[in-house]
Nanobody, 125 residues
Framework: VQLQASGGGLVQAGGSLRLSCAAS????????TAWFRQAPGKERQFVAA????????YYADSVKGRFTLSRDNAKKMSYLQLNSLKPGDTAVYYC???????????????????WGQGTLVTVSS
């Protein structure tokens, strides 16, 4: 299984970016996918997840209403639309996948067996 994240870059506060995660080596529709981020000097934190069952999405409170997670099972792609970006959103963003589908553990880093390499998002003030 491989996950390849892309789409990061430098953007001004208030701007937008679209992150993509290309998956291979798995039946994508049967995997729950998620995005996490890690800011400099901080622990990796949950951003959003899309359940394999029905595709319901869940967001961290800090990004709710600004970020939108979607998936295209046919293309084996996960997309994270980042709008109204703030300097506090600056981080390396990682996509992740798991064959598990337990609601209570969606936000836990340890739930995810597969990780992409990360893409850097820098938001300037």
């Amino acid at each position: 299984v491989q996950l390849q994240a892309s789409g990061g870059g430098l953007v001004q506060a208030g701007g937008s970016l679209r992150l993509s995660c290309a998956a291979s080596g798995l039946t994508f529709s049967t995997y729950t996918t998620a995005w996490f981020r890690q800011a400099p000097g901080k622990e990796r934190q949950f951003v959003a997840a899309s359940r394999r069952s029905g595709g319901s999405t869940y967001y961290a409170d800090s990004v709710k209403g600004r970020f939108t997670l979607s998936r295209d099972n046919a293309k084996k792609m996960s997309y994270l639309q980042l709008n109204s970006l703030k300097p506090g959103d600056t981080a390396v963003y990682y996509c992740a996948a798991t064959s598990r589908d337990i609601l209570s553990s969606l936000r836990m880093e340890g739930t995810y067996a597969y990780w992409g390499q990360g893409t850097l998002v820098t938001v300037s003030s």
